[in-house]
């Protein structure tokens, strides 16, 4: 942010006088400007009285002429006032300009406050204009000054309040005008002003003249008075070189000078807590030895030799150079608070031959996240840490960790103002059903809080993960999901608390009803091994520890083999037979699926290649493609190639694709999935009834086979609606021209039913279990042998 501070830039006309107003060409305020001004800016006018409505439409037009007449570029301008406050976060995030009105400073400060200005200006990239009352109410530390009759004598007049924080800076605008008016029978200055200056500071400037407020930079422009300690002095041109004391407050360590060549200091500034711990840049008298002395006293013990190392003179000047500035985060702990702290080294700019460091606490910055203004990260771990401290835990107390579901589907489907909107909702919403003891924003959509057990009602829980966006013309329905840790021991860090709630959070399914889980040991468990698992792939493939089992598929009606699904399975070297439920949705989420995958492929392909060259028995053998491998060229030309190979039989080879899968393929996937089907592919459509169904998807791509998903299969013979549903979609695939096989099938009840119903084929333990190449060329090759095998049931089931 870059802020102007004026008495007023645009020369004065009565607001019932018709006819433009002009800026103030005085003391180069058109050329400064210009230095900031962006192209096609947007402005904002925030009013100093909200209910004037007619004012502050003239005074929104006439800054829009005036700044077109100076030759500025003005995309549009908005008027913020009474009648739009409700807008006012959506109106400064879509401005590039915020001028900040003048009239009558106590109404105009009430009304910052109303809209909450202060943490909307928070963080604001663009150019904020202040004139008149709106440049006395950007202080800290407000001065109302009395304007109106009764204001002097009335003793509940508030003079001193505190405002939108963008300076220190307490100025009194309009001297020309000030200095010869009275108020109830009282000279405004010597009567007033003077005395309410004991231990404070007033600027008092001219018309036309103007401070601009630049990062650490402070200029004057224009004429005026300085009035401190009921003294009148002259104000300097340049305030950050002369006057810190006036603006180094509240966060700013010290600030001096640095003549580059020698190392010499010239002290601008020193705080309270260096005086407090003897450190002094005057009595050091250059930047070595100050850094030593600042280092050892106040640096943490890790971090003190790599900031001496790091304050070398050509290092310094190197950074400068390339950089514009050279800047150093360290910490330091004392009287047991942690602060971060900011040493930054530039030129001064106004003279390149002398450098500034500034070192500022910026522990708040850290701590506090710009946008929500709740705690950040880091500033929940600290205090997070000494809130569970004191907590008696008997009481029971958890952390939670929330997701937004979606949220960058809201971006982009809404734009970021909605997306920001639906981060404020879900803020309010947890502070609302929750209280929480303490809040805070990890990063994007993500908050985590710690909060009473008796909160996590599920009337409560339910209140947080299903949520609507409203706005406009706007609706949409997202869902939040919720990783709960309980806190049984303070000795377990914040830390680990965050990351057993987030691994909570992770486990919640898109099929699950309830968007909240909560943590246990067994998901930890799990995820180690996930971990050991993603480590030990590669591993896994050179020794050959990956092997595909088969899973034969029988005509319904005949029982005979007439094809097979390739599954994989892992043996692990110290874990044994690891379950794919375990590791393949590890890998997916590492994305390094698609390595087994190819090398599933490469096995399946084999063996059939084999087993057709030496003679022997083979029905088609499906392998699974996932969403991913679609993305990995790789995969897709090694298949192709395989399967060109003149010496795999032609219609061996089948593809089982999910529908979640299908539904996000692009072209180039689709197209490969045509070429397949040309060389005698078949393409199987998996799980179909798992949560994703559509008729659409039927309708767009003619899949030679669809598999019914073994929840649809389970439901048999206690579900009437599902019997319904199984026997419509195998009509209606046979229409298609599709296949239909039945996948989970395991009792004589369902068999029986799926014959009746028409259904082409059945995969199950009714049949076979998934079993080694050996046992399943075993079958092909030994027809009778298989038959006497299912009679007796008892082997496979």
Not at 113 to 119: D, E, R, T, V, Y
Not at 215 to 237: A, C, P, W
Not at 383 to 400: K, V
Not at 484 to 495: A, E, F, L, P, R
């Amino acid at each position: 942010m870059v802020l102007f501070l004026t008495s007023s830039f645009v020369e004065y006309r009565d607001i019932n006088d018709p006819g433009p107003v002009h800026i103030l060409s005085d003391y180069g305020f058109m050329d400064n400007l210009k230095k900031y001004w962006m192209e096609n800016s947007g402005l904002l006018v925030v009013a100093a009285d909200p209910e004037d409505e007619k004012t502050n439409d003239i005074t929104a037009g006439r800054m829009e002429a005036a700044f077109r007449m100076a030759g500025l570029d003005v995309r549009d301008v908005n008027v913020l006032d009474g009648r739009n406050s409700s807008m006012a976060f959506d109106l400064v995030r879509n401005s590039d300009v915020v001028i900040l009105c003048g009239g009558h400073a106590p109404t105009q400060n009430e009304f910052f406050k109303k809209i909450g200005l202060k943490n909307l200006l928070t963080g604001f990239p663009g150019l904020v204009i202040s004139l008149s009352a709106g440049s006395v109410n950007c202080a800290e530390n407000v001065y109302m000054f009395p304007e109106n009759p009764g204001e002097a004598d009335d003793p509940d007049f508030v003079r001193f309040t505190d405002g939108l924080g963008l300076t220190d800076i307490s100025i009194i605008p309009h001297y020309s005008y000030v200095k010869e008016l009275s108020v109830d029978g009282k000279d405004l200055i010597y009567d007033v002003i003077l005395p309410d200056s004991l231990g404070r500071k007033f600027y008092m400037i001219e018309d036309g003249s103007y401070f601009i407020i630049d990062s650490d930079v402070i200029k004057f422009h224009g004429r005026g008075e300085v009035l401190e300690n009921g003294t009148l002095g002259q104000i300097d041109t340049h305030i950050s070189e002369n006057d810190w004391n006036a603006v180094m407050t509240g966060g700013y360590v010290c600030v001096f000078e640095v003549e580059p060549t020698t190392g010499k200091t010239f002290t601008k500034y020193t705080s309270d807590f260096l005086n407090k711990y003897d450190v002094s840049v005057t009595k050091c008298g250059n930047i070595q030895n100050f850094i030593q002395e600042f280092a050892s006293k106040l640096v943490v013990e890790n971090e003190r030799e790599t900031l001496i190392a790091h304050m070398n003179p050509d290092l310094i000047d190197e950074e400068v150079r390339s950089l514009g500035s050279f800047s150093r985060t360290v910490h330091s702990e004392k009287g047991g608070i942690r602060r971060a702290m900011d040493i930054r080294i530039r030129p001064l700019e106004y003279d390149y031959s002398m450098g500034i460091c500034i070192i500022q606490d910026i522990t708040e910055m850290i701590d506090r996240d710009w946008m929500t203004d709740i705690l950040s990260r880091t500033g929940f771990l600290r205090d997070a840490e000494n809130c569970i401290r004191s907590l008696d835990l008997s009481i029971g107390y958890s952390l939670i960790y929330t997701n937004i579901q979606g949220f960058k589907t809201i971006n982009d489907l809404f734009g970021e103002e909605s997306g920001d909107m639906v981060i404020f909702m879900v803020r309010d919403k947890i502070k609302e059903v929750f209280a929480p003891l303490l809040i805070g924003r990890l990063e994007s959509d993500h908050f985590v809080a710690i909060v009473k057990n008796e909160f996590l009602k599920t009337s409560r829980m339910r209140e947080l993960t299903q949520m609507t966006y409203k706005s406009t013309y706007k609706q949409y329905d997202f869902n939040v999901t919720c990783g709960i840790y309980h806190i049984t021991d303070s000795g377990v860090s914040v830390g680990i608390m965050i990351d057993r709630a987030k691994l909570a959070e992770s486990n919640i399914s898109d099929s699950d009803t309830a968007m909240y889980s909560e943590y246990t040991d067994r998901m930890r468990s799990d995820y180690v091994n996930q971990m050991l698992l993603i480590s030990d792939l590669s591993e896994a493939l050179r020794e050959k520890e990956l092997v595909a089992f088969y899973q034969p598929i029988v005509d319904t009606f005949t029982h005979k083999v007439v094809s097979a699904e390739s599954l994989i399975r892992w043996r692990h070297h110290d874990l044994g037979m690891v379950s794919p439920g375990l590791f393949i949705p590890a890998l997916e989420a590492s994305g390094k699926v698609s390595r087994v995958d190819l090398y599933m492929a490469e096995t399946v392909f084999g063996m059939l290649r084999q087993s057709a060259q030496e003679g022997q028995a083979i029905v088609p053998v499906s392998i699974n493609l996932s969403r991913i491998d679609f993305y990995d060229p790789t995969l897709l030309d090694r298949i192709g190639e395989m399967l060109c190979d003149e010496r795999f039989p032609a219609g061996a080879a089948k593809i089982e694709i999910t529908e979640s899968a299908y539904a996000n393929l692009e072209r180039n996937a689709l197209d490969f999935l045509s070429k397949m089907k040309e060389k005698k592919v078949k393409i199987l459509l998996d799980d179909y009834g798992s949560g994703m169904s559509s008729l659409s998807t039927l309708e767009s791509y003619e899949f030679d086979t669809i598999k019914l998903d073994i929840g649809f299969i389970r439901k048999i013979g206690q579900s009437s609606k599902a019997e319904t549903i199984i026997r419509s979609t195998i009509s209606m695939a046979h229409a298609f021209g599709s296949d239909v096989i039945a996948e989970g099938v395991e009792t004589e009840q369902q068999l029986a039913f799926l014959s009746d119903a028409g259904c082409d084929m059945i995969q199950g333990y009714y049949f076979y279990r998934p079993m080694p190449e050996e046992d399943f060329r075993d079958i092909m090759n030994n027809p009778c042998k298989t038959q006497m095998m299912l009679t007796d049931r008892s082997l496979f089931n």
